[in-house]
């Protein structure tokens, strides 16, 4: 039995295609194939039945694809502690990202970073946060950079900083004359949320029902800048990110308020808890850190408490 025979068999199963593995492991699939039955006839047993859709794993290939996946994961482990001899001179670093944030944030550390440690490959991953964090705990990311509240029996994290939330709403909105708006008095509004599977409607969410009721939801997007422009165009209010709100010079800029209560959330950069942290990620993290001034609490300190979502 040999390592890329464990690769292969995972890709298979993630895929649930031949075809589709074999082009992600960019080898020929009659390879792949004849790969996956050389294995199946070592150990006696078939991993994947085939059907015309594609194959779907034994129960044998479902214990064999659980170990196979820790197998690769310590070997992996193992890879960068070796890379670590290089001292930083050479290496790969995997980052992710919420499209957004990390617009926001990484363009301060990554000129930084490589600039001090130039042997480094940094490869950036833009997923959503539930992608990421699945990624994150699966060893596929080394630090991702996400939202509180995270899984601590999962994740270990350090806190970057902390931002407010604001109101969005349109430049002629009533809401516009007030100094801050408490939660509560948003019941009847309509609002502009992003889609399932974007961190920060979980936030949004919450921060309604906190305040006692179900927000009325009439446009979703995928992209909070969609967000931002329907709300400047009149369709609803919205919840976002300090960071992400519009500068007054940019086109059809909403309006935006505070909230009376002064939400904010958490940004931090997570990596799994069971894994190894490499230098190089360590590197990174406190660089980060230096950049944006965050005071850093391991996970279940103090401060990891706070809202969470992410875009």
């Known amino acids: 039995m040999e390592l890329r025979q464990l690769r292969y068999v995972v890709a298979v199963a993630e895929t649930r295609h031949i075809s589709r593995a074999a082009e992600q492991l960019h080898i020929a699939q009659p390879s792949l194939s004849q790969q996956i039955a050389k294995l199946e006839r070592e150990l006696g047993v078939p991993l994947f039945s085939r059907r015309s859709s594609g194959v779907e794993l034994t129960d044998a290939g479902v214990r064999f694809v659980e170990r196979a996946r820790r197998i690769l994961e310590l070997v992996a482990d193992l890879q960068r502690e ?25 363009p301060r550390v990554l000129p930084a970073f490589r600039a001090r440690y130039p042997g480094i490959e940094v490869q950036l991953v833009e997923e959503t ?34 931002e407010e939330i604001l109101l969005a709403i349109p430049p002629d909105h009533p809401l516009r004359r007030q100094g801050e708006v408490p939660i509560g008095s948003l019941a009847d509004e309509a609002f502009i949320f992003l889609k399932e599977g974007q961190g920060f409607r979980q936030i949004a969410l919450e921060l309604c029902r906190r ?47 505070h909230l009376a209560e002064r939400p904010h959330r958490t940004l931090v950069l997570a990596w799994r808890k069971a894994g190894y942290r490499s230098r190089a990620a360590e590197a990174f993290v406190r660089l980060s850190r230096a950049l944006w001034g965050g005071e850093g609490h391991a996970a279940g300190e103090p401060g990891n408490g706070a809202a969470g979502g992410g875009t």
């Open 82 to 106: 070796m890379a670590d001899v290089a001292e930083l001179k050479k290496g790969r670093l995997v980052i992710g990202s919420l499209p957004v944030t990390g617009a926001h944030v990484l």
């Open 211 to 257: 305040a006692g009721f179900e927000p009325r939801i009439v446009f979703e997007s995928s992209h909070i800048e969609t967000v931002q422009s329907l709300v400047a165009a009149g369709m609803g209010v919205a919840f976002v990110p300090r960071m992400v709100a519009r500068s007054g010079w940019e086109a059809f800029p909403p309006a935006y308020v």
């Open 129 to 162: 946060t539930a992608q990421l964090i699945e990624r994150t705990a699966r060893g596929h990311v080394d630090l991702a950079l996400l939202t509180l509240p995270l899984d601590p029996e999962v994740l270990a994290w350090e806190v970057l900083g902390e």
